[in-house]
């Protein structure tokens, strides 16, 4: 399989490659010869489009490297760093395209065409719409960021090319050329696709946060397995695409041998790599359900603290015995509640004193 997205992947960018570059060189020849400057412009968009070809191809290649020392996952997040420079292309055709037609805007051109430079620019629409659908078809089969961003710019390049023969027409047919005040039009246009692809692709290089479709699958599968009391603390990271790995805290009866309990875990990391591949690490939190002391405890603190934010949980509680009982949980804290830990932690502990003479062990986090 990893075979496979690699070479479907390389394949994908080098048929963009020999497509954009032979739209550039016949449209730089006609724009020379019939001294349009949009058409060369147009031309220069593609033969930029060679380079965002040349980006995925790389990174294609970089991505499916091996783990090595330096990377121990793996390198697929090269992806997203040639999505973004993709990005960064289309955010310079795009300052190109709105200075061109800043300057024919005060210049005033009218300039027309003549029909075959209308057919060739509808041929470059039909050719750059199918190399839309084709990047968008193989980026989403094989998960490929790159050649999804490129799949943008194919699209932001049909419409800069209607563009070019709208104003083209106008200028045939009317003494007033609306040809530069649509390229501008275009050009803001194609800046806001490119600023989407670099917050899109640096969202999830600085770490996204998990789907929570994944999430709850991964929640149902370890709640369906065998001797689980429940389960907290799942932290899912994603090093690309076919590359994440997860944690996760489960709650086991401590009655029950320990090697029956490890055996169990395994079965389940086992079948979530399976079906979900996600490499998952569970550790064990061992409850005796038969503990009415604790069950009483933990049942009189949630009591005492839930309701005290909105969103707030209460997990992972342990009842330690000994000359003072320790109580021992964590509270889950949505990321959007404005209080500070240290202050959500004492107003925790407060509540939790009225309640019995216990040390206090309460750690924050937020979800």
Not at 90 to 104: C, D, F, G, H
Not at 186 to 195: M, P, Q, R, T
């Amino acid at each position: 399989m990893r075979k496979d997205r690699k070479e479907t992947g390389m394949r994908a960018a080098i048929v963009g490659i020999v497509c954009n570059f032979l739209l550039a060189a016949i449209k730089i020849a006609a724009g020379g010869l019939s001294m349009l400057v949009s058409v060369v412009a147009d031309g220069i968009n593609n033969l930029s489009d060679c380079g965002s070809g040349l980006v995925a191809l790389v990174s294609m290649h970089v991505s499916h490297k091996p783990a090595d020392k330096e990377h121990p996952y793996g390198h697929r997040r090269a992806e997203y760093i040639a999505s973004m420079i993709v990005g960064f292309l289309v955010l310079a055709l795009a300052a190109e395209l709105l200075i061109t037609s800043a300057e024919n805007i005060i210049k005033g051109t009218n300039t027309g065409a003549a029909l075959w430079v209308y057919g060739l620019l509808a041929l470059s629409v039909a050719v750059k719409g199918g190399m839309f659908f084709y990047y968008r078809a193989i980026g989403k089969r094989i998960g490929s960021d790159v050649l999804l961003a490129a799949a943008k710019d194919s699209g932001c390049d049909v419409l800069a090319t209607s563009i070019v023969m709208a104003g083209l027409l106008c200028s045939n047919l009317f003494s007033f050329s609306l040809d530069a005040y649509l390229g501008v039009l275009v050009a803001l246009f194609i800046v806001w696709e490119g600023i989407g692809i670099i917050r899109e692709e640096s969202s999830k290089l600085l770490g996204r946060a998990p789907d929570p479709a994944l999430l709850d699958k991964i929640r149902t599968m370890i709640a369906e397995g065998e001797g689980v009391l429940g389960c907290h603390d799942l932290r899912l990271y994603n090093y690309g695409e076919g590359h994440m790995f997860a944690t996760v805290h489960v709650e086991m009866d401590a009655n029950r041998p320990v090697l029956a309990l490890h055996e169990i875990l395994d079965g389940l990391e086992r079948k979530i790599a399976e079906q979900t591949g996600v490499a998952l690490t569970a550790h064990l939190d061992p409850i005796d359900p038969g503990d009415e002391e604790r069950t009483e405890a933990e049942k009189r603190v949630r009591g005492a603290i839930e309701g005290m934010y909105e969103g707030m949980n209460v997990h992972d509680f342990r009842l330690v015995h000994g000359a003072k009982n320790k109580v021992v949980f964590e509270v889950g804290v949505p990321f959007d509640c404005k209080e500070k830990d240290a202050e959500i932690e004492n107003n925790v502990c407060r509540a939790v004193r009225l309640l019995g003479d216990w040390d206090i062990v309460v750690t924050v986090e937020r979800m």
